[in-house]
Each structure stands twice: as structure tokens, then as C-alpha cells.
């Protein structure tokens, strides 16, 4: 059934489209574009709120433009931290069923707090190492704090170490292996080397591990790298 609250989403995307179209042949001034951004903005916050996973893939198509455009504004940073917790520390349910877990839309929820690049992206990421179970959503964590690259008395690489050793002990990933490798390999260069024994820990691991030989190769490589710097 066509609800009220999806006919009022289409009718304010309709406004931004046809607003858009008006202000092609002219420039906006400040207080058009504030207003535009405030509707946008609005829009993507309802729609992100929905209870269907086709509306929150709305949400998610229109964050990922905004963040193409440069957009860093903290409200889109908020919408996707919401994101990344539904189905693990917000859970929806009825009749003792979990109805707001999808792992898809929290996958891609980090992956655009990556492309945001800001600290509180970085901290929301913090939390979804810290709470998340489903390796998919994992790994792209791990790379968007690659991305990233912020590492501040490295607690980014002490979260990515801790995930790694817990899915090693338990059910040793290639994927996530690579994406941890890739990570520390982004932070390090960016930071001229990794003074992090967790991360040279976990890179030992993954060198000596359950994983395939490129994989193993990799972090043997990586290691070496890390020898390199501040020589």
C-alpha cells in the first residue's frame, strides 16, 4: 500500500528535482542553497529512518552524491552512524524476529563514512570494529579507516589488530586479512611508519596464518616496508 509518509518523501525528492532544474540557468544565492541542502538533508534523514531496506538504499544512493560532491556536513555522518547500528546495537523486532538486520546497508554505510574522511567518521567506525559480527561489514570497516588514515595514539590500528586476532581464532579470512594488510599499509605511509606492536603482532599472525600464499606474502612484504621507515 502506497503510505503517506513514502508519498511525502516522493513529493519533497520532486521538489528538489524540480528546484534543481529551476536553478540550473542562474546562480543560487546562499539562502537558496542552505534551503536546498536543509531539504536534502531532511530527505535523506526519513528516508534513512524508513523500515523497508529498499528506502534506506535511497538514503544511501542520495549520501553517496552528496559525499561525491565534497560534502563533509556532520548530519550525513550522523544518518550513516544510524545506519551502521541497525540490526546490532539498534534492534527492531517483531514477534521475537530481528527486522532491521541488514548487514548490506551497513556495509555500505562504512564504506562512505570512509569517503567522508573526518575524525567523527573515523570514531563512528571505531564503534561498528567494536560491535559488528558479519565479516562483510568488517572488512569494509577496515578499509575505510584505511582510507582514512588518521591513527591517533594508534587506536585505529589496536581496534583493526584486535578484529583480526578474534576472526583468525576463530574462522581465518583472506578478505579480511587483505583489507587489514591494506589498511596498515595506508596509516603507515601516511604517518612514516607503524610504532604499533599490536600491528606488527597481527601482521606476524597473518605471515605465519591459515590464510593463502598471497596473502601471507603480502604481510611478509608489508613487514619489511615497515622496517624501511624513518631510516
Known sequence: MFSLKRFSILFLMALILVSTAVT???????????????????????????????????????????????????????????????????????????????????????????????????????????????PMVLQEAIKALGDIGMNDNNETVIHIAWVMNRFSNLNPDNLMALATIDAFEKIARRSNGLNSPEAVRCLVMISEGQYITPVRDRARQLLAELRTFGM
Open 24 to 134: 540550473q540557468s542562474r546562480d543560487m544565492t546562499i539562502e537558496e542553497s542552505y534551503l536546498q541542502e536543509s531539504m536534502e538533508l531532511m530527505i535523506i534523514r526519513e528516508t534513512a529512518r524508513s523500515t523497508t531496506r529498499e528506502q534506506k538504499l535511497i538514503a544511501i544512493e542520495f549520501m553517496s552524491e552528496a559525499i561525491g560532491r565534497g560534502s563533509t556536513n556532520d548530519e550525513i555522518r550522523q544518518t550513516l552512524d544510524f545506519l551502521s547500528r541497525e540490526g546490532r546495537r539498534s534492534v527492531a523486532r517483531e514477534n521475537n524476529r530481528v527486522v532491521n538486520n541488514f548487514p548490506d546497508i551497513r556495509r555500505q554505510s562504512a564504506r562512505l563514512l570512509g569517503q567522508m574522511g573526518t575524525e567523527e567518521a573515523r570514531l563512528s567506525l571505531i564503534e561498528v570494529l567494536q560491535y559488528e559480527n558479519e
